[in-house]
């Protein structure tokens, strides 16, 4: 048996506006059951969840949940883990939806569907090297027809914990007048954010109604580094803000590892004491293995210490035959183009072609 707790009782609205089980699942395996026409009750009855339980049952992977196959693959912990401890904990069950793409940052690894800012872009400079996003992709906001309304406040009726995700969630207003109303203090509320918004007053009484709150901080790197993947957004701001939320509430540090991050892993590690590294799996063209081998080695030999990194550039290393460094300078040429200082991709290629 394959035991996973968002499996039998997780609760997810996918950005599709679908139900699905868990936020990380692949889009492509959602149920495809509307949130606007389907019932929570239909939902938790349909085929599409029972399915899902017995082949966990049977102690196979569904498919959709490759990402936390491969994280235990490589010896990382996966979701499925994480929610485990969770449930150890008492906190189940989750309800995880995105509230919608208005976001202020033009992050190199994400697209249009995610944040207007990079929908914006696209409409005036078209990306002729990306080919993971759909260039009319659209933006989404958080539903607000009442049946959905409806079957999102079901939901989280039954839930202890809450996770929302964006675009940027301190910029959208719908997604506050939501909260508040949704509020209370037998919830925990996970919010994943840029953190380059500071919370109004109006935010913060409003995350005061809650049992708790997570504040999970999106940091890649840092200085150039940071501002270069996620351009628009000010380095000094955001880890002024986490410094200052912190004083109040639990908060904690997520980066994705990835091509343009390699070589400041070292200093990003040393900079905050408790991040959390993942490795990009999406798009597949900024992942590490696209990378040059030497800077792979290069950052093997500076994260000695650190064996979550070791582990993600073990992996990648070892996934090397499926290496486009020529398209990922292509890609990140493009970008360079549309950011307010360099990535230098000429010592990727003159080391790469020694
Ligand atoms: S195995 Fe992972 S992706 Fe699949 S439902 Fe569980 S947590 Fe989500």
């Not at 207007?116 to 989404?140: C, E, M, Q, V």
């Not at 004083?247 to 070292?266: G, M, P, R």
Request: overall charge neutral; hydrophobic content about 35%.
């Amino acid at each position: 048996m394959l035991y996973c707790p968002r499996i039998k009782n997780g609760i997810a609205f996918t950005p599709n506006r679908d139900y699905d089980v868990c936020g990380v699942r692949d889009l492509n395996s959602s149920s495809k059951l509307g949130i606007s026409s389907t019932s929570l009750n239909d939902f938790l009855n349909s085929d599409y969840r029972k399915n899902l339980i017995e082949t966990a049952d049977r102690g196979e992977w569904p498919k959709g949940c490759e990402g936390c196959f491969w994280l235990e693959h490589i010896g990382l912990p996966s979701s499925r883990q994480s929610e485990i401890e969770i449930e150890k904990a008492q906190s189940s069950p989750l309800v995880h939806f995105n509230s919608g793409s208005i976001c202020d940052s033009d992050c190199s690894m994400c697209g249009p569907r995610w944040s207007t800012t990079i929908a914006n872009r696209l409409k005036t400079h078209p990306d002729p090297t990306a080919t993971f996003y759909t260039l009319g992709d659209d933006s989404i906001e958080l539903p607000f027809d009442p049946a959905s309304i409806q079957n999102l406040k079901d939901a989280i009726g039954q839930a202890r914990r809450l996770k929302v995700l964006g675009g940027e969630p301190f910029l959208d207003k719908k997604l506050w007048n939501f909260l508040d109303q949704v509020a209370n203090n037998n919830l925990t509320l996970i919010i994943t954010t840029n953190g380059n918004t500071y919370p109004s007053q109006k935010q913060f009484k409003i995350l005061d109604k809650f049992e708790n709150v997570n504040l999970v901080f999106s940091i890649d790197g840092t200085g150039l580094t940071y501002e270069w993947i996620r351009q628009n957004l000010s380095y000094k701001t955001v880890v002024k803000n986490y410094l200052k939320l912190r004083e109040d509430y639990k908060c904690s540090i997520t980066a994705v590892a990835q091509a343009h991050n390699l070589l400041n892993l070292k200093e990003l590690a040393q900079a905050f004491k408790n991040v959390s590294f993942v490795p990009l799996t999406h798009p597949a063209l900024l992942s590490i293995r696209n990378a040059p081998d030497w800077a792979i080695e290069t950052a093997l030999e500076q994260t000695q210490d650190i064996l979550e990194l070791q582990t993600i550039l073990k992996a990648s290393r070892s996934a090397k035959p499926t290496h486009d460094l020529d398209a990922l300078v292509a890609h990140t040429e493009y970008l360079n183009g549309h950011r307010t200082h360099y990535f230098n991709t000429k010592e990727w290629m003159v080391q790469h072609r020694r």
